[in-house]
């Protein structure tokens, strides 16, 4: 039904008039921006709610296999670094390994040995580190944001930092709202010129005329609807479901919706549409470039909830169409990672094996920096 109310609500050329005037083609063209809009609205309608069970049900279980993994990995490797017959290079390898593993996991494991690890193989202290990166996180945030989040916010946590500069910054926006404001009104209480009245008048008559156009088409099917004015109960609860979807239009300001409303109940057919003024075409138009702008705000904050919830950075691509594709690509990923974490722990058994490991993991690492270097 949706796909045949999309096309009816469109203009056609009529048998006398060849091509569609300009403000015909705007119509069109907005009207199917708009479902396109809606459509992609619906997909991630659809797509999230089997993302998030994927995403709880296959990939959190594997990162905590994955973390155990990890884990198991830097005990054997620091038992590893005391066997004798390694030499001092091969040992700096491994401290330099268990650094980097033990670094990223312990905020991931509850096992506080792994701080002592790191600290020991790091020659530094894990605190101390942090509470480093987080003051620098503090000011490079204070720096981007032009607002100072004060001393007595709690260094140790991450979110908390987050939190405070996202609410200096509503505070800020308050504060500059106000002010904003308080100008606005200080100069409306100006005596304004003969050209700022008349381009306030014509901005007041144009909105009364946008909410007119759309008032009417609500009147209508209003009038229509009406449940009371209904005898046969079973119809009487389709007008009443009917009636609520046009209250919702309404109060959004959906005129798409009133109009699939009305070719729904056949109260305009394809001859009035075609015939719809320019006058009458010019205010529509005007209401769908504002529902359309209302459209990509919502797809903006589905899209960037998305994100946050899911831990995606801003700069990653999000669709509705690829994200259960990429989350078993990670799944799969993961997987793999996983099967070779679990075969290089055995390489542990043997010492000959073992000390190949880390040329072999040396080679590896050097080949990327060498990749990664600037010429």
Known sequence: MTKAIRQAVSIAPGHNKASLSRGQKAFNTLIRQIEKRRNRLRAWETV??????????????????????????????DRAFEQKGLTKAERRTISELIAGLAGDLIEESEDAQ????????????????????LEDMKLALEAMLGVELGDD??????DELLQRAHATMEEQHTHEAA????????????????????????????????????????????????PDREADPQERERKTGLMQRANQAYGKNDLLKLLELQLELEHIDQRAINDISE?????????????????????????AGFR??????????????????????????????MRDLEADLLVFEDLKQFKGWLKHLKRRQAALHFDEMPF
């Open 153 to 158: 916010i709690d260094m140790s946590s991450p």
């Open 279 to 303: 006058d009458r075409l010019k205010h529509y138009n005007k209401v769908l470039r504002e529902q359309l702008g209302e459209l990509d705000q919502e797809i903006l904050h589905v899209e």
């Open 114 to 133: 792994l701080k002592v690890i790191y600290n020991r193989h790091s020659q530094s202290d894990y605190d101390s580190e942090a509470a480093a990166e």
């Open 179 to 226: 002010a904003n404001q308080a100008a606005e009104a200080r100069r409306a209480k100006r005596k304004k010129s003969a050209k700022q009245l008349a381009a306030q008048a014509k901005q007041e008559a144009e909105q009364a005329e946008l909410s007119q156009s759309i008032r009417e088409v609500y009147r209508k099917l209003a009038s229509a609807l009406h």
């Open 308 to 337: 946050h919830t899911y831990g995606i950075p801003p700069f990653v691509e999000v669709s509705a169409g690829t994200v259960l594709r990429d989350l078993s690509n990670d799944i799969a990923g993961l997987r793999q990672s």
């Open 48 to 77: 999230m709610p089997a993302f998030q069970k994927k995403y709880i049900d296959e990939l959190l279980p594997l990162e905590r296999e994955s973390t155990d993994l990890h884990v198991k990995m830097v005990y054997r490797l």
